[in-house]
């Protein structure tokens, strides 16, 4: 498995040093599944990933099964697990779910017009990055940090539940997102540039203008028509 054989340099979503192997094992292969080098279809299993990390098969059994909740990896016992596809319908409904969620995190931070400041500079923070990793060509940590932008918004409900959701939906939407700057490299810039409007709509609690900003944002970069 050529792909797990590379050495790659860590990204802003890998783990850190002493965490399990299984969230190891996770990191890359969620790496490999979200930046395309492990494309949809593709077969891989336990003993393969095993043998090429130098672990053992529970850990990558554990993984697997976290990749299977996240919607990365389809498992079938005793043969090994597909990389899932994205068709046009799961694109417009992840995005769809996530419209909502934002527009109604920035309804509530609107609400706490004392939170804002501190919200804004965290988006500041995650813009840089992208403008750092466009410049380098790090799609990958491009792509988790223009999610993790958007998750700091999502955040903003307050609501655990809404928390953990979102979470699970994390990689498809990072999958989503790389797939959207690598189509063009001229998505790099712009994707950086209306990440600045939503954060200036944000700043000024403009909940609709926000709305309608990130609805324009979502179906620009995705090609995705939503639904109204």
Known sequence: MIFFQESRPA????????????DRVYSRV?????????????????GEVAEALSVSRTPVREAFLTLQAHGLLTLFPK???????????????????????ETTAVT??????????????QLQDLIRVQLDAAGTGDLLTFARADHRFHTRIVDETRNRVIDDMYTRLGPRLERLIHRAASRDPRNLDRLVAEHRVLA???????????????????EDGHHAQLAP
């Open 79 to 101: 043969k090994g697990a597909v990389v899932t596809a994205v068709n046009d319908e799961e694109t417009a409904e992840l995005l769809q779910v996530r419209v909502m969620l």
């Open 30 to 46: 969620s790496d490999g599944i979200i930046s395309g080098a492990l494309p949809a279809s593709s077969l891989i299993t336990e």
């Open 200 to 218: 200036g709509h944000l700043h000024a609690g403009d909940t609709r203008s926000y709305e309608t900003a990130l609805r324009q944002h979502v």
């Open 11 to 22: 990204t802003a979503g890998s783990p850190a040093a002493g965490t399990s192997a299984a």
């Open 108 to 121: 509530r931070l609107g609400e706490r017009p004392q939170d804002i400041p501190a919200a804004d500079a």
